[in-house]
T-cell receptor
């Protein structure tokens, strides 16, 4: 158990819909990262938040957005869903020391999204 | 550019050693990681190595880093069926304020009894 929790574990929805995935980081971790894992693309970094602010952006579509709340939990919002958005979505957290090196990312169990 | 490459599949017999290889392109990498993903589960950090180290050993795991060739390997001694999983290599870049990891596609390790 990494200490990172994600809900829901599974989500089935239809094209065009919008869903929200939730992540609670490990106690004390200030950074939250979101990843998408699909069979054809592998593990793709989407976005990182640090202490409530966006820190880094990866291959995140404009239809997707995220935020980190004052209690440090994070939500990933996926809208206008397409079949190709079906994937495992992982959240990870890390301490992110001010010097910015060495922090290890601890992953949650993932949310499996199926778009029909 | 930023790229991490791994072979996609590896099959070994139980009790043998497994060696999973990874190459990366960015010489500014500071840390390199190995993560394990068991079927239906999240990613679990196995081990990591600083870029100024050549080798790190942790029980059955040995990580070798050849910084000149930008080659990283993970050796699992006495491989067990419970080691069957996908193993991801990731590099952490030091440049700029972007602290993302660059990930390989993962190597699927099958351990045959």
């Amino acid at each position: 158990d990494s200490g990172v929790t994600q809900t829901p574990k599974h989500l089935i929805t239809a094209t065009g819909q919008r869903v929200t995935l939730r992540c609670s980081p490990r106690s004390g971790d200030l950074s939250v990262y979101w990843y998408q894992q699909s069979l054809d693309q592998g593990l793709q970094f989407l976005i990182q938040y640090y202490n409530g602010e966006e820190r880094a952006k990866g291959n995140i579509l404009e239809r997707f957005s995220a935020q980190q709340f004052p209690d440090l939990h994070s939500e990933l919002n996926l809208s206008s869903l397409e079949l190709g958005d079906s994937a495992l979505y992982f959240c990870a957290s890390s301490v992110t020391r001010p010097e910015g090196i060495g922090e290890t990312q601890y992953f949650g169990p993932g949310t499996r999204l199926l778009v029909l | 550019g930023e790229d991490v490459e791994q072979s996609l599949f590896l099959s070994v017999r139980e009790g043998d050693s497994s060696v999973i290889n990874c190459t990366y392109t960015d010489s500014s990498s500071t840390y390199l990681y190995w993560y394990k993903q068991e079927p239906g589960a999240g990613l679990q950090l196995l081990t990591y190595i600083f870029s100024n180290m050549d080798m790190k050993q942790d029980q059955r795991l040995t990580v070798l880093l050849n910084k000149k060739d930008k080659h990283l390997s993970l050796r699992i001694a006495d491989t067990q069926t419970g080691d069957s999983a996908i193993y991801f290599c990731a590099e952490k870049l030091s440049a700029g304020n972007n602290r993302k990891l660059i990930w390989g596609l993962g190597t699927s390790l099958a351990v045959n009894p």
